[in-house]
């Protein structure tokens, strides 16, 4: 039987909220899609392309409509600014849940200039915070499930397993040692992931003083790009980002390859990071909104993440696969050296996902859709000017030495 529920998906264009709500949509909810088309309009910022020709929303849904006689509806809003239509719209669609995955995402555009600092910090924080005046004002049961990050947990060497969201401590309570779980502490590394931290805490409050149930998603490094859905018409490709500032790392790494630039690592390439294909991400979210928290439950955290990978191995494997050339270029960011990096994630294990982890095969695919649109990529905008501090020199060719740090 079909299920009717409303779900609005803020951020509905981009790289996750699209496939996301295509998902939902062939699983029965009716779908809102909210989005100022703000990644649209930074691509003509940055002067560049998604790798895979996207077309216009509009176009996106008229097809998929066409193919499966689903409906999604679509909002122009910026949730940023424009708070009473977002109360608005919340009080007429009344959504069993809002995805929210309106967020300004790159680090690296986050700390280009004092401009984009302020501008992600704005949009992100404000975002947040009327998403969740407006579900209390609505008066309604809404299940807000919120795109965050394992950036929030930080990369130093924690010497444990990360838990989800929550650490058991002990302190001393008059002389007696006493075991509390407290919200693991922030340790974001750029602008961006401190958005997502200061989330955490709106999060938090609204929760305790409003009883919202709230689950906030520690998602890493997301690789691929089609999902089943996608994939049913070239006119619903998903976007595809390999720049500097938006592309990650092994997205990066493959189109690369097949441009024939090489390889770029920052630093030793010794960092470890969690990673999880695009596939994944639309199925973490469909069972996150099936398993809500129960009401008066604390925010409910999971780490969605299938592996960790160091960087300089992921470089590796697609040198292996493609015979591209790996370079060391010195670090525009500031973090660590090398890092080891061990997560729990058996929340949505124990929910029955069962994760697709990197395969030659995956990364196969990957690569004939960049070696596809290779002409796409202008090759100028690989390296962003981007850095994370003025004194951290910019490094277009890739002269750093692999053991030793650059920059000062
Ligand atoms: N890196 C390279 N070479 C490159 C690009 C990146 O060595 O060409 C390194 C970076 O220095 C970093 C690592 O690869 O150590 C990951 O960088 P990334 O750009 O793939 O990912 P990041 O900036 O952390 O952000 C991405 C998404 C963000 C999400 C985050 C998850 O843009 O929205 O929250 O991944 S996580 O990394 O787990 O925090």
Not at 38 to 56: A, H
Not at 159 to 167: A, D, F, N
Not at 207 to 217: E, G, P, S, W
Request: proline share 4%; with cysteine.
């Amino acid at each position: 039987m079909e299920n009717r529920e409303r779900i609005i998906v803020l951020g509905g264009d981009g790289f996750c909220g699209w496939p996301t709500s295509l998902r939902l949509s062939s699983e029965g909810y009716d779908v809102v899609i909210v989005d100022n088309l703000s990644r649209r309009k930074i691509d003509v910022e940055l002067g560049c392309e998604s790798l895979t020709p996207i077309k216009p929303l509009e176009r996106r849904l008229r097809r998929w409509e066409e193919l499966t006689g689903r409906h999604i509806d679509y909002r122009a809003l910026n949730i940023a600014d424009d708070y009473e239509a977002l109360e608005q719209l919340i009080q007429e669609v009344r959504p069993k849940a809002i995805v929210h995955f309106a967020e300004q995402r790159a680090a690296p555009y986050s700390m280009k200039s004092p401009r984009h600092k302020r501008y992600t910090v704005d949009n992100n924080i404000n975002g947040t915070h009327n998403v969740l005046c407006a579900i209390v004002e609505s008066g309604l049961d809404v299940h807000l499930v919120h795109l965050g990050t394992m950036g929030v947990y930080g990369y130093g060497t924690a010497g444990m397993s990360i838990p989800e969201g929550y650490l058991t401590v002990k302190v001393d309570i008059d002389g007696d040692d006493r075991e509390i779980e407290i919200p693991y502490p922030p340790h974001p590394g750029s602008i961006y992931h401190m958005t997502k931290t200061l989330d955490a805490l709106l999060f938090y409050y609204y929760n305790k003083n409003d009883d919202i149930r709230i689950t906030d998603l520690h998602q890493g490094v997301v690789w691929g790009t089609n999902t089943e859905e996608t994939l049913m018409h070239a006119d619903l490709i998903n976007r595809f980002d390999w720049e500097g500032d938006y592309g990650t790392v092994l997205n990066r790494f493959l189109v690369q390859a097949a441009v024939g630039h090489p390889l770029t690592i920052y630093g030793s390439g010794g960092q470890t990071r969690a990673f999880i294909h695009i596939r994944d991400t639309v199925r973490c979210i469909s069972l996150a909104i099936k398993h809500p928290p129960a009401k008066k439950q604390r925010v409910k955290i999971f780490n969605q993440a299938t592996e960790t990978h160091r960087v300089r191995d992921l470089a590796d494997l697609v040198a292996r696969l493609t015979g591209a050339e790996v370079r060391y270029y010195v670090n525009p960011r500031n973090e660590a050296w090398d890092n080891e990096l061990v997560i729990h994630n058996e929340q949505f294990l124990d929910l029955g996902l069962n994760p697709i982890t990197l395969s030659d095969g995956l990364l196969q695919e990957v690569i004939e859709i960049a070696s596809r649109y290779a002409d796409r990529v202008d090759q100028s905008k690989i390296i962003a000017d981007s850095r994370w501090r003025a004194d951290i020199p910019l490094d277009r060719e890739g002269t750093a030495a692999r053991r030793e740090p650059v920059a000062a």
